[in-house]
């Protein structure tokens, strides 16, 4: 009822396109919740394009994004609301949505802690949250998996790694993460959580600071994937 009294004085519009939400839609409306591309990547976790990414880089259990993510695509409007109009709600509620399709393949099986991708301290106040930790919270409330966003930090923001090739993008976060609680992450298995992967290069300089750590495995999920 509250829901309803809302909408009706303030009406909610759809991240995506922009068409009125009714009060059981959470940002997305019914038609672009089922146009968003997915990847399926969750029903082969351990062989598909996300996972390849990592083969011979650093070990991972499985690896797997919702959908692919193009500029001007459905799933960027919905991205740039999360990340750049301060709609930490968006990020929820994506979570939600990537958790639910996901948990019925078993994704989620033998997970013991969730970890967002870490921002600076600067970046995080300039932004107001962290995008990825929206996400996991997302995850969390859905799995009912244990979120942890202290065991690793972002030490150093060196640029966006948009105009940046594939080499440069690892030489821009090397060094960048650093452990905090090495025993709270202890023969743990953690998914470590982003919004959207391109080449994998900032996930992956996190992931090997992590699995610095005794018994640590590390799995992948993502929002997005950046298809070439």
Request: proline content about 5%.
């Amino acid at each position: 009822m509250i829901r309803r009294l809302l909408d009706f004085i303030t009406p909610r519009a759809c991240v995506v396109c922009g068409k009125r939400l009714s009060p059981v839609d959470e940002v997305l409306c019914p038609a672009c919740v089922l146009h968003l591309p997915r990847t399926g990547f969750q029903r082969s976790p351990e062989d598909n394009e996300m996972a390849r990414l990592f083969w011979g880089i650093i070990p991972v259990e499985r690896a797997a994004a919702l959908c692919y993510y193009a500029p001007g695509g459905e799933l960027a409007r919905a991205v740039y609301e999360l990340k750049y109009r301060g709609r930490p709600d968006v990020g929820e509620a994506l979570g939600r949505l990537m958790a639910t399709e996901m948990q019925n393949d078993g994704f989620f099986e033998d997970i013991d802690m969730l970890v967002p991708l870490p921002l600076t301290p600067k970046r995080r106040r300039q932004r107001g949250y962290n995008q990825s930790r929206m996400l996991a919270l997302g995850i969390s409330e859905v799995t009912r998996l244990p979120l942890f966003d202290d065991v690793v930090c972002r030490t150093v923001f060196k640029g966006s790694q948009t105009q940046l090739s594939r080499w440069e993008r690892r030489e821009n976060v090397e060094n960048v993460f650093q452990l905090r609680d090495a025993d709270g992450l202890r023969g743990r298995h953690v998914l470590l959580i982003d919004d959207i992967v391109t080449t994998g290069a900032t996930i992956t300089a996190c992931a090997r600071v992590l699995l610095q750590v005794d018994g640590v495995r590390v799995s992948i999920l993502s929002l997005g994937l950046t298809k070439d």
